[in-house]
């Protein structure tokens, strides 16, 4: 496939992460990693590496769309500065840390954990399991070990943290507003140091394609990025004009589909 063609199949897949990131209300990544397997797939690259590439592309891709989010939730001050700093060391140790596990996984038992990750995800969004609000207050040591294993998990699965971020800012008492912003900074750092991780990580692969810096793929980044932040904003104006339950189901339906597929 030439080079123009799949720049074309980048600028596509993020045209519907974007969409569906702003429909269905949750990070690009649980779109972007599965789809991007897929493309790679189609450029012929290694599957020993594809499932790796993917995540750090992904991570990458984050840094850019989770930068643009937070920004906008600080001009609306609905971020918890307190929260935020309390989990920021955790959420990069453990960001780094998810990269190296991750490397040392094989390709396909890293696409094995990610389609049980998305089962759940999916289970969790059909039967409406939203964040439980709570009073807890917990110390420093506790959101410290809150964000490690928030940034070790988002960094393994190339997702932006705001499916784990959120329920646990919920039950530390902030409110719904804040905790979806505050998760918005939170994801920054986790894509920040997950990314330059795996770059790191993936120095010099024997497997890798051309285009790629360790586990990073920049064409697909690049793609991505210049589509997905405008189709995000169609997202948002069509999830004001569809029923809020079938686009629950529907979102659901297809990540059991995806968590399906990398498992079978």
């Given at each position: 496939?030439?080079?123009?063609?799949?720049?074309?199949?980048?600028l596509?897949?993020?045209?519907?992460?974007?969409?569906?990131?702003?429909?269905?209300?949750?990070?690009?990544?649980?779109?972007?990693?599965?789809?991007?397997?897929?493309?790679?797939?189609?450029?012929?690259?290694?599957?020993?590496?594809?499932?790796?590439?993917?995540?750090?592309?992904?991570l990458?891709?984050?840094?850019?769309t989770?930068a643009?989010?937070?920004?906008?939730?600080?001009?609306?001050?609905?971020?918890?500065?307190?929260?935020?700093?309390?989990?920021?060391?955790?959420?990069?140790?453990?960001?780094?840390?998810?990269?190296?596990?991750?490397?040392?996984?094989s390709?396909?038992?890293?696409?094995?954990?990610?389609?049980?990750f998305?089962?759940?995800?999916a289970?969790?969004?059909?039967?409406?399991?939203?964040?439980?609000?709570g009073?807890?207050?917990?110390?420093?040591?506790?959101?410290?070990?809150?964000?490690?294993?928030?940034?070790?998990?988002?960094?393994?699965?190339?997702i932006?943290?705001?499916?784990l971020?959120?329920?646990?800012?919920t039950?530390?008492?902030?409110?719904?507003?804040?905790?979806?912003?505050?998760?918005?900074?939170?994801?920054l750092?986790?894509?920040?140091?997950?990314?330059?991780?795996?770059?790191?990580?993936?120095?010099?692969?024997?497997?890798?394609?051309?285009?790629?810096t360790?586990?990073?793929?920049?064409?697909?980044?690049?793609?991505?990025?210049?589509?997905?932040?405008?189709?995000?904003?169609?997202?948002?104006?069509l999830?004001?004009?569809?029923?809020?339950?079938?686009?629950?189901?529907?979102?659901?339906?297809?990540?059991?589909?995806?968590?399906l597929?990398?498992?079978?």
């Amino acid at each position: 496939m030439s080079v123009l063609a799949m720049l074309l199949v980048y600028l596509l897949l993020g045209a519907a992460a974007g969409t569906m990131a702003g429909v269905f209300g949750v990070g690009g990544g649980l779109v972007i990693v599965p789809a991007l397997v897929v493309a790679f797939g189609l450029q012929g690259v290694a599957p020993e590496v594809a499932m790796h590439l993917a995540v750090g592309t992904s991570l990458a891709t984050i840094v850019i769309t989770g930068a643009s989010s937070a920004w906008g939730h600080h001009r609306r001050g609905s971020i918890q500065r307190r929260w935020f700093l309390a989990l920021l060391p955790g959420l990069m140790l453990g960001a780094i840390g998810g990269v190296f596990v991750a490397g040392r996984l094989s390709g396909g038992l890293l696409g094995t954990l990610f389609g049980v990750f998305v089962l759940l995800m999916a289970l969790r969004m059909a039967l409406a399991r939203g964040p439980r609000p709570g009073s807890a207050t917990p110390g420093r040591l506790g959101m410290g070990l809150a964000g490690v294993v928030i940034g070790g998990i988002s960094a393994l699965f190339g997702i932006g943290g705001g499916m784990l971020c959120v329920p646990w800012l919920t039950r530390c008492g902030v409110t719904m507003t804040r905790a979806v912003g505050t998760s918005s900074a939170c994801g920054l750092p986790i894509a920040l140091f997950g990314a330059a991780t795996f770059m790191v990580v993936g120095w010099g692969h024997p497997l890798l394609p051309a285009g790629a810096t360790g586990f990073v793929m920049w064409p697909a980044f690049l793609g991505i990025v210049l589509a997905s932040v405008p189709f995000a904003r169609l997202g948002v104006h069509l999830a004001h004009r569809l029923p809020a339950r079938t686009l629950r189901l529907a979102f659901a339906a297809l990540l059991a589909l995806v968590g399906l597929r990398f498992l079978l």
